[in-house]
């Protein structure tokens, strides 16, 4: 089993930056490919980035890609999603996420954070 918690969310100006951590717990961690999803205002929650289990690979959805990154540190257990050239439409509620499955979807995940808020504003 795998517990998540985000954290370094807050309120931050368009144009700038944050870094957002998921230390992750269990011996089991390294095992899952890691995920980052969002939760607009008044939208449905919506993928970000992914990092398979080894660090060797991610991916990104198009609305992020050239600004965010999304890293892991196996020894530390750690996952970083870094956000740069934040946009107002980048407020949201943003997940970290586990699943053992390759490509997997949104509801084949199996452990989540219990999300933190990001405000960008203009």
């Known amino acids: 089993q795998v517990q998540l918690v985000e954290s370094g969310g807050g309120l931050v100006q368009a144009g700038g930056s944050l870094r957002l951590a998921c230390p992750g717990s269990g011996r089991a961690f390294t095992h899952y490919n890691m995920a980052w999803f969002r939760q607009p205002p008044g939208k449905g929650r919506e993928f970000v980035a992914e990092i398979v289990f080894s660090g060797g690979s991610t991916d990104s959805a198009d609305a992020v890609k050239g600004r965010f990154t999304i890293s892991r540190d196996n020894v530390k257990n750690m996952v970083w999603l870094q956000m740069n050239i934040l946009k107002a439409k980048d407020t949201a509620v943003y997940y970290c996420?586990?699943?053992?499955?390759?490509?997997?979807?949104?509801?084949?995940?199996?452990?989540w954070g219990q999300g933190i808020r990001v405000t960008g504003y203009s």
């Open positions: 996420a586990a699943s053992w499955l390759d490509n997997a979807a949104t509801d084949e995940y199996d452990y």
